[in-house]
């Protein structure tokens, strides 16, 4: 076996040499190239199957600082944490990264730029075939554990995906991609395949978050788990490639275009995008498929053109935490010349906001000649207990009068406990008030009961103190209750209890970014959160599993005081950091 790879190992040293004009002014002279000999075993923790093509050593294992090369019609299985420089695959070579193992590389060197690189040949994919004359074909990368790229000190893609070749990533598998910005886009996909059952993160991409160019009419990417692009330019350019959803994908603080390019993206689960997409034959919004705009909140803007565009069957759900469009609530804009038709649609409201005399929330505009047409499905709408009537197309407004004006409401750690505060300046028919309790967010649960004042025009005041919190952050709202059995939810109030933390942020006083550290790495059932001082959403991921040290950007969020929030299967802890 090892004659073998001798005469293969000429072929390559050659192609490298005299082929690859990148080679001695970045692999060779940054660190060392390993290359895969094979032999012994097909696990990459077996140093019999590595060879050192600076020293021509046979033995060793490849360190933090060098490169590698697999190359041929080999299958290497990864079963042990491991960090790399950079990986090349070619020559139909596949690496497979197991259950529970996180790969890491630091940056970019085997072929002057991508952190990890899949080839059909070697040593260019320039040259169909290899350098022997054989055709040994396409490389894979399965992804069942984590792999994670930080892509910040090379110049060109965290993940390049040549044509015929492809990644996959498991049910249980993650991938988180990392640029400081300036470095080209986070996956290009030139041909290949890309299906995703697992999670992928990508932070700051630069350019591009997903850049694709040919396979025209074929569904080259395919989301089936979760796919999350924070930040750069472009969030998917996708070039003649077509990508399919039946996960969730979101999209936020792309600076020029959330989707972009010729190719077409077909969502069947749910699209959460803020940003400008182009969408004037590229988005295809399937029946039963979910359209989540904006950003807590934001903007969703259809650059449709001359296109019509129909939400038929199509789920909205739109956040509403304020009264101002794009900023305290979502909405969908069209720039161009189509209609957008909202008959069909399924308008579901979510958020924190109590509806006052005077709202008015406008959905769906036109900045276009285009028309907004039909109306929203789902109704009679209401928001936290408020009725909100359709004023038109893609408008809803303030419905009812509400029977309370409540002037404060405030819940504040006491111990650890919560105390609940709040006042009215009138009340009419108010039976009492219902004190409910959530730690999601979401599902609310009644914790005590307080009687009302009936009907008055004097200042009311009440106190209510909850002794069973949650760790981490809390939610409370009131359900107020008249006496002919009507009620209205207030505002929703929130409150951090800290509990026992096996994990770090620092600094305290952010400006970029905050690292978060674990005491043992996190599982794979670690979420993390951030909220700001009024209790909103800002940021959510999965912690990459057995990572130990993560980074937070938070260079976009407004100054101000955030709560981190990480929990950990039934245990919540949170720690609070500054944003300068």
Avoid: C
């Amino acid at each position: 076996m090892f004659s073998m790879n001798k005469r293969r190992i000429r072929y390559l040293l050659a192609g490298f040499i005299f082929l690859n004009p990148f080679f001695f002014n970045s692999a060779w002279a940054d660190s060392d190239t390993f290359l895969w000999i094979g032999g012994f075993s097909n696990r990459w923790e077996d140093a019999q199957n590595w060879m050192n093509l600076d020293s021509m050593t046979v033995g060793l294992l490849p360190l933090p600082v060098d490169d590698v090369m697999i190359d041929g019609n080999v299958t290497v299985t990864v079963n042990a944490d491991l960090v790399i420089e950079s990986v090349q695959l070619s020559g139909g070579a596949t690496l497979i990264i197991s259950a529970g193992v996180v790969l890491s590389t630091t940056e970019g060197g085997l072929d002057g730029s991508n952190s990890f690189r899949l080839d059909v040949s070697s040593p260019n994919e320039d040259y169909p075939d290899d350098i022997d004359g054989s055709n040994s074909g396409a490389s894979a990368l399965i992804i069942n554990g984590a792999l994670n790229l930080n892509n910040s000190a090379a110049r060109g893609s965290g993940l390049y995906i040549s044509a015929g070749t492809s990644v996959t990533i498991g049910n249980s598998g993650s991938l988180y991609i990392t640029n400081d910005g300036d470095s080209d886009e986070a996956i290009k996909v030139k041909g290949g395949y890309l299906t995703n059952n697992g999670t992928i993160t990508i932070v700051n991409p630069g350019p591009a978050g997903v850049n694709t160019s040919s396979g025209s009419n074929q569904y080259r990417i395919v989301n089936n788990g979760m796919f999350t692009i924070s930040g750069g330019v472009i969030g998917l350019n996708l070039g003649s490639t077509w990508m399919e959803n039946n996960g969730t994908v979101l999209i936020n603080g792309a600076s020029d275009r959330a989707l972009a390019g010729d190719g077409s993206f077909r969502n069947n689960g749910t699209f959460g995008v803020n940003g400008t997409v182009e969408a004037d034959a590229d988005l295809i919004l399937q029946p039963g498929s979910i359209l989540a705009p904006g950003a807590s909140p934001g903007l969703l803007i259809l650059d449709n053109g001359g296109e019509n565009i129909s939400l038929n069957g199509v789920t909205l759900q739109m956040e509403i935490n304020g009264s101002g469009a794009g900023s305290g609530y979502d909405q969908i804009q069209i720039t161009g010349t189509g209609n957008l038709n909202l008959n069909g649609s399924i308008l579901n409201l979510v958020g924190t906001y109590t509806p006052m005399a005077g709202d008015q929330f406008f959905l769906a505009v036109s900045n276009g000649d285009g028309n907004i047409t039909g109306s929203f499905g789902g109704g009679p709408f209401q928001l936290n207990g408020v009725p909100l009537a359709d004023i038109s197309s893609g408008g809803l407004e303030f419905g009812g009068v509400l029977p309370v004006t409540l002037t404060s409401f405030n819940a504040r750690p006491f111990g650890k406990a919560v105390q609940l505060d709040w006042a009215t300046a009138t009340e009419i028919n108010n039976d009492y008030f219902s004190i409910e309790h959530s730690t999601d967010g979401r599902t609310f649960s009644e914790i005590g009961k307080l009687s009302g004042a009936g009907t008055t025009q004097e200042e009311q005041r009440y106190s209510f103190i909850h002794h069973s919190p949650g760790n981490g952050l809390n939610y409370y709202r009131l359900n107020q209750h008249d006496f002919d059995g009507a009620n209205e939810y207030s505002p929703i109030q929130t409150a951090v209890i800290e509990g026992k933390n096996t994990w770090t942020a620092w600094p305290t006083l952010a400006q970029d970014v905050v690292n978060l550290e674990w005491v043992e790495p996190p599982t794979a059932n670690t979420t993390i959160e951030a909220f700001n001082s009024a209790g909103k959403k800002v940021y959510s991921r999965p912690a990459p599993r057995g990572a130990a040290r993560i980074q937070v950007p938070v260079q976009q969020w407004a100054p101000g005081m955030y709560w981190v929030v990480v929990q950990d299967r039934q245990e919540v802890s949170a720690q609070r950091f500054v944003k300068q």
